[in-house]
């Protein structure tokens, strides 16, 4: 069978989980939130990483149809948590470019967080410089309807794509991903530290949360702490877990 045909069939048979990583404030030690990502657990292929089946669910039309289900997913175990005694935090969900061009991805959000009695405030939509840019003044809109839901949004993989900061100081974001190219490069690379020292000084000049991704070691975590960093989320802290595992941290209040 097709990748595609797979991936319809993955819908139909609940074969998609998501993991969670942490993401961890850099003053208090505390995680503060999570990012939802996908894996498909397939029968045949086993456990198959996304960047071997978004593009292909980006290239068909299945995208709309897996991004929707990782939303309902998302709302579902936030709920679960709450209902449990959890202490929940926010989860934080990756959308693709033709997700995010979708008109319904406004009536889809509301309904789905609706159906589990979830707070806006819990969910957080991450989007790349790319998808942002491909129709900038479209997608400043839709960035205004979804924030008026009171969700919170993040650009991802900042500074890998066209950093437009005209279109940047337009975007009602809350927070910078740094890319962790930037990151893997901090201890030992000038310019990757230089970088990642711009991209924190504008952010908080704009207003914006910091956080770097891949963050893996103890070296990194300093260079970063002291740059003023305001979040970490990498192997260091933790890899991205299945639910369980993010179940107890956040019952032992790590
Ligand atoms: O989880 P991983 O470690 O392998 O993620 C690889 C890539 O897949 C990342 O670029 C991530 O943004 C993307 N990804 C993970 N989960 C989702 C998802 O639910 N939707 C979309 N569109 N992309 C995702
Ligand atoms: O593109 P996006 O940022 O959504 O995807 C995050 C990706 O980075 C996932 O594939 C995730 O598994 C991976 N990742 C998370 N932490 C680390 C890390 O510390 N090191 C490396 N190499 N990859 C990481
Ligand atoms: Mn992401
Ligand atoms: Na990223």
Redesign the pocket.
């Known amino acids: 069978v097709t990748l595609e045909r797979g991936l319809l069939r993955a819908l139909e048979r609940d074969e998609f989980v998501l993991h969670y990583?942490p993401q961890v404030d850099l003053a208090s030690g505390r995680i503060v939130g999570l990012?939802a990502?996908l894996r498909w657990q397939s029968p045949e292929l086993g456990l198959v990483p996304?960047m071997q089946f978004i593009p292909v669910a980006e290239e068909s039309n299945l995208i709309t149809a897996i991004g929707t289900w990782v939303l309902d997913k998302a709302c579902a175990t936030l709920r679960a948590w709450r209902d449990a005694g959890l202490p929940v935090v926010p989860v934080a969900v990756?959308v693709a470019a033709s997700q995010f061009a979708h008109q319904d991805l406004e009536a889809t959000l509301r309904g789905v967080l609706e159906k589990h009695g979830v707070d806006p405030a819990l969910i957080e939509f991450?989007l790349t410089e790319s998808l942002s840019m491909e129709d900038p003044e479209a997608s400043i809109a839709m960035m205004h309807r979804l924030k008026a839901i009171g969700i919170a949004m993040a650009i991802?993989?900042f500074g890998t794509g066209y950093s437009n900061l005209s279109y940047l100081k337009r975007f009602p974001v809350d927070k910078l991903?740094i890319d962790?190219s930037f990151t893997r490069g901090l201890v030992n690379d000038a310019e990757d530290r230089s970088i990642v020292t711009a991209v924190i000084r504008l952010a908080h000049s704009l207003g914006l949360r910091t956080i770097a991704?891949?963050?893996?070691t103890e070296g990194q975590l300093r260079l970063l702490a002291a740059q003023g960093c305001d979040e970490i989320?990498?192997?260091?802290f933790s890899?991205?877990l299945p639910e369980a595992g993010i179940v107890a941290m956040l019952r032992d209040g790590v």
């Open positions: 990583q990012e990502l996304p990756n991450e991802d993989d991903k962790q991704e891949g963050v893996e989320q990498g192997y260091y890899r991205p």
